[in-house]
């Protein structure tokens, strides 16, 4: 209602639903994760029902009083009709219904003071969580079934509001709970339960971060939520051009809303093309960050290769018709990539060489017949990024020339949030090199109205200094263990780099992009005559935890071990990668990791140890040549979607 970016795309007629919008720290206290409900209640046949009970009541009361405010403001905005002795009898309907509720505060009359009336009520359930004083505070609390007190108040809403213009016949309500990464697990299934037996004119979006929510598990026996409950939407599963239309939408209207009203006038596209992003940083490719490398170094190795290069351009374009229209006779562009893996390959698709010679070069010329094979190709631009590295690695580069709209994509790695600090740092270099204050309006005019590319070194510098303050930014994280975690992404950035671009390892091109890392923690029921491995166990388990709700890493995969319950403590094997924005500041691929790499607890423990501190780098050196030769497994890379060179 009073965003002004959403009044151009949507009326509120537009919807058959009031959103509710609730984030879930702001309100639940997390002391209620720690009360000790098998001590509070030790009568009880199952304590983890009383927090259920508990839980959910509170859920409810957050969501009703943000749903009573919303009717609220709406009818007071004229979006929204109801008679007001509708609204008080309403309430008097549910004071009656829920008689407990009145003691708790004064008797309400209207939507407003039974919101205060809710508010209070919670309030005085995080505090009992805190003080330990659970037991007598429920004595007091309405009884009810989980989901009953909302269900009753929102039918009874539902039946008498109209939105002016509406062909609705009823409105529902939607209540959008954000940040639910930060529930327990018991409290996760709690929330299940209530989805589950939600129906009109309820709904609920669920959000969080992450592989640790529990989508199926509920209180109710044998129903759990399925596909017919509820839509899993993943929404790092986008396509590359859907996360670009995104980024480009998101930054067009932030922008938009930010310039002048001179700026604003002198538009006259759309507004979702307000910044094009095409037009503005351009396209860089491999070979184009090959071509950088090769420019700026005096070294005959890659003098050398640029000579090779050219010579497989000529072949290439009087051998097939297709390379003709790739290479057009004006165009400097050069095969830099595929010569440099095709000169370092030896007899087996993933055997490699550390350095190429004459003879490697007149191997290539004469092998051309790699070109006419999809699956040859496919395997070359496989190895494109891991080629870069390597080469900058044995030219002694540590700086790579990243720009462009699709690398900067790939080290947002799916975040819309990590897309506009990225380019938010290059608006910063943008300002540096013209001199202009980037806090007022008129810098920001400038970057958007102009019509010319952001020039390469202004989004290079900009990229670096994005991927350097995500490390720096632990340290304002208050919610984090902020030295433990830096010393995580540390140590596993420097193992991943050592995997990845280590020239004077031959398995580094042959396994290209490792560095997803498995981890597995054995069943905690034999680990306890172990205090200090199971202690070392829980650090390494909440480091990780904490890293993944921040968004520092990915993870891909967690399984728990079969027919336990969650809360047993059994074996769990976690899969996970650092967040591709970390890749220039250490100098792995800017496309992340594909490989999986078992790690140990008891190294992530040594590297953890607050003790007898170790250095992350070095540690990081050691872990990835005490692989040397290991196997590991490769993960599936979609090369059908135009990745090609990028």
């Known amino acids: 209602m009073r965003n002004p970016s959403l009044q151009l795309q ?25 009360s000790a409900w098998e001590t509070i209640y030790p009568d009880s046949p199952n304590p983890d029902f009383e927090l259920h009970r508990f839980f959910s009541l509170a859920v409810e009361l957050v969501c009703l009083e943000r749903c009573l405010t919303a ?18 009898k309403i309430v008097d309907t549910v004071t009656g219904e829920f008689p407990r509720l009145v003691d708790f505060g004064q008797r309400p009359s209207t939507f407003l003071t039974l919101a205060q009336l809710c508010r209070t009520i919670v309030r005085e359930m995080n505090q009992a969580c805190g003080r330990g004083t659970v037991k007598e505070l429920g004595d007091r609390l309405p009884p009810r079934d989980a989901g009953e007190i909302l269900k009753f108040v929102t039918e009874k809403i539902t039946a008498v509001i109209q939105m002016p213009g509406s062909a609705n016949a009823e409105i529902g309500f ?3 709970l954000d940040d639910c990464e930060v529930l327990s ?90 910044f094009p992003l095409d037009i503005k940083l351009g396209s860089r490719d ?21 000579v090779v290069a050219t010579s497989l351009r000529a072949a290439l374009r009087s051998r097939f018709k297709s390379y003709r229209r790739a290479y057009p006779p004006r165009t400097k562009d050069l095969p830099y990539y595929q010569t440099y893996v095709l000169l370092l390959s030896e007899d087996g698709e993933d055997a490699f060489k550390s350095e190429f010679g004459p003879a490697d070069e007149r191997r290539l010329l004469s092998g051309l017949d790699i070109f006419e094979d999809g699956a040859k190709i496919a395997w070359l631009r496989r190895k494109q990024a891991a080629a870069l590295l390597h080469f900058a690695s044995r030219l002694g580069f540590k700086r790579l020339a990243y720009g462009g709209v699709p690398m900067i994509a790939q080290l947002a790695d799916g975040s819309v949030r990590d897309f506009l600090e990225i380019v938010g740092e290059i608006f910063d270099a943008y300002c540096h090199r013209h001199n202009i204050n980037r806090e007022t309006v008129d810098a920001l005019d400038r970057f958007a109205a102009s019509r010319t590319e952001v020039a390469a070194w ?28 830096t010393k995580f992404i540390d140590g596993l950035g420097y193992f991943t780099a050592n995997l990845q671009s280590n020239w004077h390892d031959p398995t580094t091109l042959g396994r290209a992009e490792r560095g997803v890392f498995t981890v597995r923690f054995p069943d905690r029921t034999k680990a306890r005559s172990n205090p200090e491995r199971q202690a070392n166990e829980d650090i390494v388990w909440n480091v990780i935890r904490q890293a993944e709700l921040a968004g520092y890493i990915r993870t891909s995969a967690i399984q728990l071990g079969a027919g336990v319950k969650p809360s047993e403590g059994e074996a769990r094997n976690i899969k996970f990668r650092l967040h591709h924005r970390f890749a220039p500041h250490y100098r792995f691929s800017h496309r992340g990791a594909y490989e999986t790499v078992a790690i140990q607890v008891d ?42 060179d990028v």
Request: glycine share 6%; aromatic share 8%.
């Open 458 to 485: 202004m989004q290079e510098r900009g990229i670096y200094n994005a991927s350097t303050s995500y490390l720096s930014g632990i340290s304002n994280r208050s919610e984090l263990d902020a030295s433990i975690v």
């Open 10 to 34: 949507h009326k509120l007629t537009d919807f058959d639903h009031i959103g509710v919008y609730v984030k879930f720290p702001d309100h639940i206290s997390a002391s209620l994760s720690h």
């Open 174 to 176: 939607k209540f959008c």
């Open 185 to 274: 697990p018991i409290q996760q299934r709690s929330l299940n339960t209530l989805v589950r037996i939600s129906n009109h004119p309820i709904s609920w979006v669920v959000s969080s971060v992450g592989s640790f929510f529990d989508t199926s598990e509920t209180f109710i026996e044998q129903q759990p939520l399925t596909d017919h409950d509820r839509k899993i939407v993943r929404l790092d599963l986008r396509t590359a051009e859907e996360f670009k239309a995104l980024c480009q939408a998101v930054l067009s209207l932030r922008l938009y809303f930010a310039v002048s009203e001179e700026a604003k006038k002198a538009y006259e596209g759309r507004i979702e093309q307000f």
């Open 603 to 644: 190294d992530l423990a040594q590297l953890l140890d607050r003790n007898n501190q170790i250095d992350s780098a070095a540690w990081g050196q050691r872990m990835a040549a005490r692989l040397g030769g290991g196997s590991g497994g490769q993960l599936d890379l979609d090369l059908s979607i135009g990745v090609d």
């Open 286 to 306: 491999i070979n184009d960050l090959f071509a950088a490398i090769i420019d700026e170094s005096e070294s005959p190795y890659a003098k050398r290769l640029a």
């Open 71 to 88: 009717c609220h403001d709406l009818r007071v905005a004229g979006a929204l009709l109801y008679r007001p002795i509708e609204e008080l």
